[in-house]
């Protein structure tokens, strides 16, 4: 009963439109005051699940990706992009899945590769003939590559909760978040071969000027390169490697003249309340965990699920539909928070890697990023576009089946997730 009585509370909160901090919080304070514990522990427990050296690698690649961003390195990007698979029917909308992959080794944050590369992207293929629509869903569902190849916070935040190594988490999205682009790419060909989209297609350009246009987005190209081989050449840990980023980000800035003083503000501005939001947002998920531990819910799931034990696919099936569901009504990092401490000893139980499972709860929470009614990078693209947000999610839906195949890949193929970890972390 009493179960029931923390999460019911909890949702009805956060359904009501309470932040999702002070949902998490007023829950665990109401609580602790039912059952008569000193309310110092919440303190105690918000503080302590902060200090931790792994946690800084969250501020140090927001503010790296918010540096990049304005550096001006998204033109280069998606110049660079276009030069590759603009000659491919669909043209416009494959550089807008190939930006993002790039994009990806930059930013960390689907919501800023939606807005970075987004208003270039839209942009140009408004120009190009593309219905605004088709433009802002596609610029959407190709955001949410950028968090699954390295870099990307959400794994941080997932890192800092569950106590996984985080640089084996960042190699074990290399392939995902190829995948995931491929599949995104031959939805896209199948729709231009249809007819369902139409706009310019760009002639091939010679090798000269694909090679001049990779020389001009090399600086940017770089960052993936120096997060991975610092990692595996175990020269610093990626809180050390997001420190490196930020200052090659500035370094970038410089490069292509667009530092200034001005900029620099706007970003430490920028950055600050992005960081602080989500620190709070973090640290009240502490004493939740406590909580929840401390009523032994995670062994009250583990023993309702006993008789299905031995079906790992079964069990792997319901996990999904219950974080697609959530990512529908609930902000992605507070699924993250309220459903790891509940789902990791379970997953831990019936024998499911702990890296593979931050993959696929990293996806399913990505998916909820581009779903109705909540998805936040839909509303994001939608103002970007401007038009009515019920008309990018139509253009949306046919989408969900390259993002879903993806998810079923990584939920039912380990050895694709694990096999670079295994390879380089041994």
């Known amino acids: 009963m009493i179960v029931i009585t923390i999460f019911g509370f909890l949702f009805t909160l ?9 949902s998490i919080g007023i829950t665990t304070l109401s609580t602790l005051i039912a059952r008569g514990t000193p309310l110092t522990i919440l303190v105690q427990r918000m503080v302590n699940g902060l200090d931790s050296f792994p946690f800084l690698a969250i501020p140090l690649f927001i503010l790296a990706g918010n540096l990049m961003n304005q550096a001006g390195i998204t033109d280069k990007i998606f110049t660079f992009a276009l030069s590759l698979v603009g000659h491919i029917r669909g043209s416009l909308a494959h550089v807008n899945v190939v930006a993002s992959i790039i994009f990806a080794g930059i930013s960390g944050v689907a919501q800023a590769d939606a ?11 408004e120009k190009a003939g593309y219905d605004k629509a088709f433009s802002a869903a596609v610029t959407a569902v190709s955001s949410i590559i950028g968090p699954i190849i390295p870099p990307s916070v959400i794994m941080a935040v997932f890192s800092v909760i569950s106590g996984i190594s985080l640089g084996r988490l960042f190699v074990a999205g290399f392939f995902p978040g190829l995948i995931m682009g491929v599949s995104l790419m031959v939805m896209i060909y199948f729709m231009a071969i249809t007819g369902n989209i139409k706009g310019e ?8 000027i694909i090679f001049k246009h990779f020389l001009e987005a090399f600086p940017a190209l770089v960052t993936p390169i120096i997060l991975v081989g610092g990692m595996l050449a175990g020269a610093a840990t990626p809180t050390e490697l997001g420190a490196i980023c930020v200052v090659y980000g500035l370094l970038l800035a410089i490069y292509y003249r667009t530092f200034t003083f001005k900029m620099l503000l706007e970003v430490l501005s920028e950055t600050t309340q992005m960081v602080g939001i989500l620190v709070f947002v973090i640290s009240v998920a502490f004493p939740f965990s406590w909580l929840v531990a401390t009523y032994n819910i995670p062994s009250m799931l583990i023993q309702l699920l006993e008789p ?24 992605t990092t507070a699924i993250l928070l309220i459903m790891v401490p509940l789902l990791f000893p379970l997953i831990s139980s019936i024998g499911v890697n702990e890296v593979h499972f931050g993959l696929i709860i990293v996806i399913n929470l990505l998916i909820g990023a581009v779903t109705p009614p909540f998805g936040m990078c839909l509303y994001i693209v939608t103002d970007i576009a401007k038009v009515p947000f019920i008309t990018v999610v139509k253009r949306t839906m046919p989408f969900l089946v390259p993002l879903l195949f993806t998810l079923f890949l990584v939920t039912y193929w380990p050895e694709m997730v694990l096999f670079l970890p295994n390879l380089l972390f041994k």
């Open 308 to 331: 299905f034990k031995q079906n790992q696919w079964l069990i792997l099936l319901v996990m999904n539909l219950i974080l697609l569901f959530l990512g529908m009504f609930m902000e």
């Open 201 to 208: 297609v760009y002639p091939r350009p010679p090798l000269s």
């Open 14 to 22: 956060v359904f009501l439109g309470f932040p999702v901090a002070f």
């Open 115 to 125: 807005a970075g590369l987004g208003v270039i992207e839209i942009r140009a293929m």
